[in-house]
């Protein structure tokens, strides 16, 4: 069965960095693509970033850009989120999750979720 660990979150100041990292193992599809999401409390659930297995084709939400970076090492089935300047608002349980589809980075077209690891930025 398909499963997806995520680790790196903790606590911030603003203007600080964290790593998240997600790996997959188990997998009994071929992997199409890898997005990262957020959820803060009494919201929905939003797309943060993402990127394709093969091609390294990279997405990123308007809030993030310039500031988090994702990228992969196919060898050790591994993404990362590599998130600089972090901010108050980026505060959130963030969540990986992959697809076997070449679908829009929404929550619902993707199939296999990690458990999340939170993210809090003090201000």
């Known amino acids: 069965q398909a499963q997806l660990v995520e680790s790196g979150g903790g606590l911030v100041q603003a203007g600080g960095s964290l790593r998240l990292s997600c790996t997959a193992s188990g997998r009994t599809y071929s992997a199409w693509k890898m997005g990262w999401f957020r959820q803060a409390p009494g919201k929905d659930r939003e797309v943060v970033a993402g990127i394709t297995w093969r091609e390294g084709y990279r997405w990123y939400a308007d809030s993030v850009k310039g500031r988090f970076t994702i990228s992969k090492n196919n060898a050790e089935n591994t993404v990362y989120l590599e998130m600089d300047s972090l901010k108050p608002e980026d505060t959130a349980v963030y969540y990986c999750?992959?697809?076997?589809?070449?679908?829009?980075?929404?929550?619902?077209?993707?199939?296999?979720w990690g458990q999340g690891t939170q993210v809090t930025v003090s201000s």
């Open positions: 999750a992959e697809t076997d589809r070449p679908v829009p980075y929404v929550p619902g077209q993707f199939h296999v």
